[in-house]
């Protein structure tokens, strides 16, 4: 079995996984009901919960199923992205397992996590991967969508300011909801209607023509509105359904307007291609599935729309089960399982907070 270990923020996490992908253990310690009286992620708080938590968590995970360190033949860890303090308490616990106990670590990129998660399954070894698909991993940190092929993941565009679930989470705040404001945007959409006159925040559009996101225009008009229409939290119920809907519709709008061009760019006409062509005539190189993930792939609303997108194009689209939405370290141990690379040296891995 592989063990993973994620701590890269708010929650401490450990799992063991079988080759195939199958999760045998997936144990989570969130902290968020401690971040929540500061409304965000307590970075000296997250820290110190991770070293409490995280070598009782590696103990329940083996006993939970009768494992023993005999039947770890790798560990993989959180290296980065992701709060320094935090990062180094999952780096630092792994290298002395694996030096202890001569155990090979691997390192992992948190996004490198998100972006398989999709193809984990509640029971059972994973689904098996395409040979291409594209993944978008919409997080608290994070808004990129990846070209992923057996050689690696390759970044196609990213947030030139604040992520997703970063926008929902500080809206939220501002108009008196509770930490993590994306699930409560969420309920109070629910009841809402959308309403773009009322509310206008349009998908915003680089001169250049990038098809990068950009979320920092959408949360400022957001708190503007809010602000002049008197939107609070325990307030006008009515307004604030109909503001979060609104809200919450433009946020993804954005997605599937970069989804969409970004989809079309690299649906080659099969004529004009020299490859073979899949049996559905499409080029054989071509992605052939779109996964979603991270925290905000959670949102139900955004599930749907996602599922309705791949029925229009007839593309075969994978959500992550919610468990494996949020951080967690199933997810980074089934990374692990994807390289094929060497494992590191245990002494050379390193927490970094930012990774190119
Ligand atoms: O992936 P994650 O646990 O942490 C990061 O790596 O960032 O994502 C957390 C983010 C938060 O911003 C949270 O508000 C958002 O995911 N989130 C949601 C939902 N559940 C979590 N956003 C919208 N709707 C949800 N149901
Ligand atoms: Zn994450």
Redesign the pocket.
Known sequence: MILGIET????TSVALLDHDGSVRVNLIASQVERHRPFGGVVPEIASREHLQHLFPLVGRALADVHASWSDVDRIAVTAGP?LIGALLVGVAGAQGLSYALGIPLVAVN??EG?LYSPYLQREGPAIALPDRFLSM??????SQIYDVTGSGAVMLNRTRDD???????KV?KFIGLP?????????HASGGTIDRRRFPLPVPQFKDGSLDFSYSGIKAGAIRIARELGVRAGGDSKLLGDFCATF?DA?FAQLFDRLDAIWAALRVPASTHSGAGAPDGRPADMPSEVAI??????????REKVLAWGRERGVTVRLPEKRY????AAMIAFAALQRTAEASDPLRVSARSRIA
Not at 137 to 142: D, P, R
Not at 163 to 169: Q, R, S, V
Not at 293 to 302: E, H, S
């Open positions: 890269s923020c708010d929650e992701g948190h996004l998100h991993v919409v997080s608290g940190g994070h992520a997703i679930g970063e926008t929902f989470d939220a930490y993590p404001g994306g699930p409560q945007i969420e309920k919450q946020l993930a991270g925290g905000v792939a959670a949102n139900g609303t955004l939405c949020t951080d967690n």
